[in-house]
């Protein structure tokens, strides 16, 4: 079983930067993505990385993000990075990190949330104008 836990939200102006960490208490993931759940609206699928093999580093953003936000995965310490440049309000909500096992991800499913085994507790980001 694969534990993770994220860090790094805060409550920031509009147009600042910051990173969010999701440590991981091993390297099974396969695949590892970052989602995030806003007030009173569904979970989304932010961006998904691919750790290993032959589609290594191959992401998918979602288009709300995909100029602003990097990932990064760290083997050596087990931390998957998010980047989040020139935030907006829109940015607000839990960011969740997720990990999948298993194999074999196909790309159209890379944000869906149901593909993922293990999940973090979630840290806060809000972006205030």
């Known amino acids: 079983q694969v534990q993770l836990v994220e860090s790094g939200g805060d409550s920031v102006q509009a147009g600042v930067s910051l990173r969010l960490s999701c440590t991981a208490s091993?390297?099974?993931?396969?695949?590892m993505a970052w989602f995030r759940q806003a007030p009173g609206k569904e979970r989304e699928g932010v961006v998904a990385?691919?750790?290993?093999?032959?589609?290594?580093?191959?992401?998918k953003f979602a288009d709300a993000v995909k100029d602003r936000f990097t990932v990064f995965w760290d083997h050596a310490k087990k931390i998957f990075y998010l980047q989040m440049n020139n935030l907006k309000p829109e940015d607000t909500a839990m960011y969740y990190c997720?990990?999948?096992?298993?194999?074999?991800?196909?790309?159209?499913?890379?944000?869906?949330?149901?593909?993922?085994?293990?999940w973090g507790q979630g840290t806060q980001v809000t972006v205030s104008s």
């Open positions: 091993s390297t099974a993931s396969y695949y």
């Open positions: 997720a990990g999948r096992v298993r194999k074999n991800l196909d790309y159209g499913d890379y944000l869906s949330q149901v593909q993922y085994d293990y």
């Open positions: 990385h691919t750790l290993y093999g032959a589609n290594r580093d191959l992401d």
